[in-house]
């Protein structure tokens, strides 16, 4: 089994900044991509960000220019800047497991809540 948790989250005032680590642990050899989502009240989940071993990284458009997402070892960061009050949600780390297809993030963590005051 894998498990994922997410800290970082907190409140931070519009054009600030927050970096986001997850920690995998368990069955960590049986992960393949790792995804950054985030949910907002009334609103579906949405990825934000993924990345793959040895892939490069993908970023929804509202996010392009302003986070990355980086792996090292059991760590997977999102570092965001230039946050707007949009980007208010619940972020979670997701992996996809080995032989699972594209795009499928079967592993969630708790989620960690990222607050932007305008």
């Known amino acids: 089994q894998v498990q994922l948790v997410e800290s970082g989250g907190g409140l931070v005032q519009a054009g600030g900044s927050l970096r986001l680590s997850c920690a995998t642990s368990?069955?960590?050899?049986?992960?393949?991509?790792i995804a950054w989502a985030r949910q907002a009240p009334g609103k579906q989940r949405e990825l934000v960000a993924t990345v793959g071993i040895g892939g490069r990284p993908t970023y929804a458009d509202s996010v392009k220019g302003r986070f990355t997402i980086s792996r090292d070892k059991n760590l997977v960061y999102l570092q965001m800047n230039s946050l707007k009050p949009e980007d208010t949600a619940i972020y979670f780390c997701g992996a996809r497991l080995l032989y699972r297809p594209p795009g499928t993030f079967d592993v969630w963590g708790q989620g960690t809540q990222v607050t932007v005051s305008s």
């Open positions: 368990g069955s960590i050899l049986n992960i393949n991509d």
